[in-house]
């Protein structure tokens, strides 16, 4: 196993000079520092967070550009989920400006938000009630909510703030630093992802994959 030693400052050195030159030649001068500098510091702390949160996965660093009016072809951050259903899973970005640590529900699909309405309508509500107000007291929550009550429930439902969700994220940051030197950055993103694991169970439990198994 490659043991995590740390992401060099030359990783955040590069987001901030791909920012001031985001092309694919500057991409293509400069592609080895981002793999020795963030790819394979990456992919060696999720090796280690492995044995307790599963095996985790790099998103590619190209933007899919076909649909936006920003043609800048790579992204400005590098960011790894460990999935445990279909949308939902641990997050973690490497970025110029740091880190970041995440995790939840984070685009809906398919019967997702109606699993996850359901079980706020009913007793695991209150647990999940619990849980939001414990993950504040630590993280940025964010539910992507309706600016009205969702269809069929009413605006004096005890919960309607929770069943406007569409989604359930958590995040913390950390700025670049001295805070991240070493192996510092493995300690916080294993100490965040326990404390955000009730919340991702009961998501993982209640919210479910897109679609019934077997459909």
Same mark, same amino acid.
């Given at each position: 196993?490659?043991?995590?030693?740390?992401?060099?400052?030359? @990783?955040?050195?590069?987001?901030? @000079?791909?920012?001031?030159?985001?092309?694919?030649?500057?991409?293509?001068?400069?592609?080895?520092?981002?793999? +020795?500098?963030?790819?394979?510091? $990456?992919?060696?702390? $999720?090796?280690?967070?492995?044995?307790?949160?599963?095996?985790?996965?790099?998103?590619?660093?190209?933007?899919?550009?076909?649909?936006?009016?920003?043609?800048?072809?790579?992204?400005? +951050?590098?960011?790894?989920?460990?999935?445990?259903?279909?949308?939902?899973?641990?997050?973690?970005?490497?970025?110029?400006?740091?880190?970041?640590?995440?995790?939840?529900?984070?685009?809906?699909?398919?019967?997702?938000?109606?699993?996850?309405?359901?079980?706020?309508?009913?007793?695991?509500?209150?647990? $999940?009630?619990?849980?939001?107000?414990?993950?504040?007291?630590?993280? +940025?929550?964010?539910?992507?909510?309706?600016?009205?009550?969702?269809?069929?429930?009413?605006?004096?439902?005890?919960?309607?703030?929770?069943?406007?969700?569409?989604?359930?994220?958590?995040?913390? +940051?950390?700025?670049?630093?001295?805070?991240?030197?070493?192996?510092?950055?493995?300690?916080?993103?294993?100490?965040?992802?326990?404390?955000?694991?009730?919340?991702? %169970?009961?998501? @993982?439990?209640?919210?479910?994959?897109?679609? %019934?198994?077997?459909?």
């Amino acid at each position: 196993m490659t043991k995590f030693t740390g992401f060099p400052v030359e @990783a955040f050195e590069f987001y901030d @000079a791909l920012a001031t030159d985001n092309t694919r030649e500057w991409w293509q001068q400069h592609k080895r520092e981002y793999e +020795h500098n963030v790819r394979e510091p $990456l992919t060696a702390l $999720l090796t280690e967070l492995e044995p307790e949160f599963g095996a985790g996965h790099l998103f590619r660093p190209y933007r899919d550009t076909r649909f936006s009016k920003d043609k800048t072809p790579i992204k400005d +951050h590098q960011g790894a989920v460990v999935s445990l259903e279909d949308s939902i899973g641990y997050y973690v970005q490497i970025s110029g400006q740091g880190l970041m640590v995440a995790g939840g529900w984070y685009s809906p699909q398919g019967q997702q938000v109606a699993r996850f309405r359901e079980a706020v309508d009913g007793p695991r509500g209150a647990e $999940l009630e619990t849980l939001v107000r414990k993950a504040q007291r630590r993280f +940025h929550v964010e539910g992507q909510p309706l600016k009205t009550r969702p269809k069929g429930y009413d605006i004096d439902h005890p919960r309607i703030d929770l069943l406007r969700f569409r989604a359930l994220t958590v995040d913390r +940051h950390y700025p670049a630093g001295p805070n991240l030197r070493g192996r510092k950055p493995l300690s916080l993103v294993r100490a965040d992802w326990r404390a955000m694991r009730p919340l991702m %169970e009961w998501l @993982a439990d209640n919210v479910g994959p897109a679609t %019934e198994p077997g459909q």
